[in-house]
Nanobody
């Protein structure tokens, strides 16, 4: 599976961006796709994830209510709509995927074997 992320950029605080992550190659029915981010000098942290079957979504507390994750099954693509962006959202954002993830571990980066390249999101104050 190959993941291709896009959509990062520079935006002012309060603005919006939409990230996309398209999956290519082998796909599997019961899989999760997620987003993680890593700010300079910090560890990678969970942002959001979606279960492909059923579309259940999971969010980090820091982004809940501001970010929305959705999927397009035909395009095998997930979208992370980021609204009300804050300077602390500045980071490199990575999409990830894997199947048969135990729900209790969906927020762990170690649960995902497939990763896309990062896309930079910079929010200016």
């Amino acid at each position: 599976v190959q993941l291709q992320a896009s959509g990062g950029g520079l935006v002012q605080a309060g603005g919006s961006l939409r990230l996309s992550c398209a999956a290519f190659g082998r796909t599997f029915s019961n899989y999760y796709m997620g987003w993680f981010r890593q700010a300079s000098g910090k560890e990678r942290e969970f942002v959001a994830a979606i279960r492909w079957i059923g579309g259940s979504t999971y969010y980090a507390d820091a982004v809940k209510g501001r970010f929305t994750l959705s999927r397009d099954s035909a395009k095998v693509t997930v979208y992370l709509q980021m609204n009300s962006l804050k300077p602390e959202d500045t980071a490199v954002y990575y999409c990830a995927a894997d199947y048969n993830i135990i729900l209790s571990t969906v927020r762990r980066s170690s649960s995902y074997d497939y990763w896309g390249q990062g896309t930079q999101v910079t929010v200016s104050s």
